[in-house]
């Protein structure tokens, strides 16, 4: 065989691993089989055979397929991109199904067969174009296509976050689905995806030649007379097909599309048809072996287990293990910025963004709901609201200050607009912490929870530094480290929700950032941190200036490039640590506000420090009137409307262009 | 031949701004540098010459402290170069990278006066006399006419000169330059190293220029030095190294030499 | 109504109010609600326990002023004890989903709504102006603030510090001794152990086969009903055999692939509303479930909703549900 370049390659790596899968296969199936091959009972009902025959075999064939289906799609998003970390889970492709099928459990339940499909197909269609929109700017390198990715998936699973803590009662569902079970009581799905892989697989192999060549780069290969543009939308569609038929029979099964490809590619299949195939053959395989793995470990009477969720957490390492593969010469090409002109008084404009602030602070705190209905509060109305307006608002706008600014560090340090504090993995890490002290220590306390959350993400911090620290704090390794934490604490979380255990709720609540009775307290420590940590990033500006200009330029203008990159990282790190417990890890504020403030045209750096921490605190306080404006009595959570309203704004605000 | 005339008087150098011996430096396994060594002199242009790989580039960067060679000993005005403190350093050595950033956002003005940092550091405040520097080195590039727009909107030749601005802010007496005319159209070439020279000799500085292009080094370098698989081939003045015979040992490809037509200096080509 | 072809019985009265809800499925937001750790439960001797934790849970710290006592509840399963002490909250968090979830007993129309209870509003809350709040471990993050309003009481029925029906009757107890209706609380207990004892009887003539209790998640997925939980308790007090063995988590469900669902042999099976539309047209369709015994002889119950995490107004809603059928 051609493709055999190095001693395993794809084929034997395949045949270890379907004896692998025979071996598990034998001792899941073996009591099954015994008693199936025995004398038939008299019993009218069988209760072994039947599950045998039309629950574990199906169970098996549909994994196979499903492993094969996402295989192929990775094989093929990672040939159209030329970007080995492309995957179903890696650009959004899953989290967007995930999000369709949500809203249409909510206003369609009914859905079965193609209609699920449709469903899924457009929600998988919408999130993947959403971060090619978003990625266009860096040419789709394959940092900047996966981070877009991830705020994607993040922004989809906030959106799904609050309808669950609105509409609870879908709560369970929706997690089983989202954490992707391969469990069957008949052979009427697997014969339905069967029909659709064998649709489209054709046209993927067909794909394979022409998309070799688009390999080379489009220009060479337009060169050559194929319609490289085309053929890339072509090849994209069809593996959001695949991934989105997936999803829409057995839920989100993370990783697989991923992980199946880089083994293929590692066992040395080279030449994109050859990784195509291998990649299905491998992703098959690799998908059973888990399933059967699940089964044999878990045992009949464990608690329940979606091997979708099981992937995800075995998978996302893998992301750690790709990632020094691709760091080197994955940085975004040099491209102009937007044709905007840098204010002449950028000062001016972060004194305009305070002042906003502070006034928008002065409103939340006089208007709200009274007995008597909407409107301000004054005298003794004011003096009864008061102790419990305040505590929220000046958490908020710490928070959102504290937010901003982390934001601003990140994005000047990797000089990559999409970094932002959600990204990193100190705000996973924070939630991670939390979610342990509530499951396996069993606090119950705000300030123990608080606590944990500091802990956890200084925890983060310490683990991405020390990731971090061969290559000098380089940008890139900074948020690839960040990247694979968050996805591990995704995945976790959905283990922990799939069991329907109740406490998911509540960690649900953490997430979604509810800030109405943080206690004054929390308030009053958030607050004092933006009060600190602002003015120790001005003391820094110039390095804040400087350290964008990339490692050789600031090093030779005697910046002590490490230590800089270090003390600025601790700075944002520090400034999660303290904002995440109040306001959750999904209000994207860090992403939103410096954008914002660069799109204001303010620029220089400790004008852009001030205006960033203003901007969002402005961001938080708006959010914070709407979500207790919008649905009273309820108070929605702030951090998860503030990324609703805000995250549309910022994307309408990085594709527009202004006249110049 | 004035212009040979000119390199003769002014190869009469004091001592060496650098002393390398002896470098070695190994990457992967693979030697970029295997024993190079030579003086860089002093308030001259020097240009570094070789073929893709040769570590021209490499040498560059250890002598701007951004690598560290294995072994070997580089000196810099008679200082051994780790005892530097890296902002005195700064003060005396300019070093202009190959890639540059897109330096987004920043303006003209603003780039140059980050040049300065070596000056005020993190927490100094930013003088009059740093104002006063950020202006002339807009002034002698000529930058000055777009010193309000953004960098990042400049065309390539004109973006060069705002990054060697930079550079003159720094007011360093060396300047490290590694190609800094690579995708400049022709004019422009003339134009940047015409600039460089100009410092040269105009203000004393010491410069070390990366080069591809035999005959633009020849024609504004005053010393050359060429590597070869990590190995110093050739070190002396344009008229020792021009030769059709060292051209051929660097280059590994038979080439001509013969004097231009109109200036008489002497023009390489393949053959 | 739905096209398939199980008997699904006509109600009447308030009970009836969620029957109609074409959504939803069997998630009660309650069932997020109870409980916090996870502490491994074991039968101890029910009567001590009950008698020991109703002692410690007590603490009777307000002056029998019952009648004029305004209390906000953070829970249904205390709201719903209130009202059975004939003391309804004055605020309930989540009041908005009690009909669907709870449904009985109703839920006084002067309730006030106090928002989400992972943030309940505390604007509404003081304006309430109430003399105790009451939450649970799950909502105990908030205590620290609440306490500016009132004086805050945490009483928890799932912390798996004993099975759901018998904690729940020692919160009853508590419960009455806090709000200074002991009295109430005591004959509220024995008429609830009254009701069962009769049903036990009546069942026991009956000769009633095991059945296992569940929940659709999705077409593929239940929940079944298990120890510790509050709808075992209630079968073991009522004399009917549960069906589902193993021990389940501390709210009492566990969840399983409908497969699973085989290995309970001839049991019959009670299925708690709300069933997602999709779940039983797209199951009957497969082998699998249309050979279930409980399926093939038309043995299949849906019942109306009934708080599986609730105190002992639920827990004698299931009773009467489980005994009588869904017609009760």
Redesign the interface.
Known sequence: MSALRQPIGPGALSLGLLAATLATGVLVLLPALREAAGPLPVAAFDHDRMVLLHSTLPRLVMALLCGAMLGLAGALLQAALGNPLASPTTIGTDAGARLALALAGLFAPALYGWGRDLVALAGAGAATGLVFLLSRRQGFAAVSLVLAGLVVSLYAGALAGLLTLVEDRYLAGLLIWGAGSLSQQSWEPASGLAIRAALLLPLALLLARPLQLVELGEDAARGLGVPAERLRLLAIALAVALAAFVSASVGVIGFVGLVAPAIARAAGATRVKNRLVWSAVLGGLILLLTDLLVTLLAGPFADFLPTGAVTAVLGSPILLWLLPRVSRGSAPPIKPSDPERARRRPGRGALVLALLALAAFAAALLLGHAPGGWGLATGAALEAVLPFRWPRLLASAGAGALLGLAGLLLQRLTANPMASPEVVGVSAGATFAMVLSVFLVGAAGAASVTGAALLGSLAALLLVLVLARRSGFAPERVLLAGLAVNALLDAVVVVLSATGDPRAIQLLGWLAGFTANVSPGSALVVAAGAAVLVPLALLLQRWLALLPLGFPPAAALGVPVPAARATLLALSGLAVALATPVIGPLSFVGLMAPNIVRRLGIQAAGAAVLASAACGALVLLVADIAANALAHPLQLPTGLVASLVGAPFLLWLLQSRKAA | MPSLAFAAAAAVPAAPAFAVRDLHLAIGGRAILDGVGFDLPAGQVTGILGPNGSGKSTLL?VL???MQADTGSVLFEGRVLESWR??????R?????Q?????????VS??VA??R??W????GRFSALDAEKAEAARRITGVERFA?R?V??LSGGERQRV?IA?LIA?DAACLLLDEPISALDVAVQIEVLDLVRRLARQEGRTVAVVLHDINMAARFCDHLVALRGGRLVADGSVDDLVRADLLESIYAHPMTVIPHPETGQRIAFPR | MKAHSFRRPAHRGAAAVSLDDPQGRLASRQQFLEGFQSVGTRQASRRAVLAGLAALLAAPVLPARAASLRVAVLDYALAETLIALGLPPVGLSNARGWSRWVVEPVLPAGTVDLGIDLAVNREVLASLKPDLILTTDYVAQQEEALSVIAPVKRLTIYDGSAPALDKAKAVTLALGDMVGLAAEASRFLAETEADFAGRKQRNAVAGRRPVLVLSFMDARHVRVYGRPGLAAGVLDAIGISNAWKPETNLWGFETVPVERLAQAGEADILVLDPVPPDALPTLQRGPLWRELPAVKRGRLTVLPPALMFGALPSARRFARFATEGASA
Not at chain 2, 99 to 107: E, H, I, P, Y
Not at chain 2, 120 to 123: K, N, R, Y
């Open positions: 960067k701007a402290r951004q890296s902002r005195d350093f700064a003060r050595v300019g070093y202009l990278p890639q540059l950033s897109a330096a987004a956002g920043l303006t603003e780039l980050l040049g940092y070596p005020h550091g993190a927490l309000d953004l990042d909107q990054w930079m720094q």
